[in-house]
């Protein structure tokens, strides 16, 4: 995997979309469509990525997949 991976959810409480990144904590956005949160959470991952950089912060490999493209052993 070379990039991280998003979800993206309709959220009736905020009456627009969630966009997601679940390996990077707290790295979220709103937009009032799916293709406004995910260009939205692509700006929040580069600020995130940005800061833990600069913070000297580790930066987490792109690890989480959705159960559907889980192997199961």
């Given at each position: 995997?070379?990039?991280?991976?998003?979800?993206?959810?309709?959220?009736?409480?905020?009456?627009?979309?969630?966009?997601?990144?679940?390996?990077?904590?707290?790295?979220?956005?709103?937009?009032?469509?799916?293709?406004?949160?995910?260009?939205?959470?692509?700006?929040?991952?580069a600020a995130w990525l940005a800061?833990?950089?600069?913070?000297?912060?580790?930066?987490?490999?792109?690890?989480?997949?959705?159960?559907?493209?889980?192997?199961?052993?």
């Amino acid at each position: 995997m070379t990039d991280y991976h998003i979800n993206i959810f309709f959220s009736d409480e905020d009456g627009g979309y969630i966009a997601d990144i679940p390996d990077l904590q707290a790295c979220s956005a709103f937009g009032d469509t799916p293709e406004q949160a995910l260009s939205e959470v692509e700006r929040a991952k580069a600020a995130w990525l940005a800061a833990a950089k600069d913070a000297g912060k580790p930066i987490p490999p792109p690890r989480y997949r959705p159960v559907i493209y889980q192997v199961s052993e």
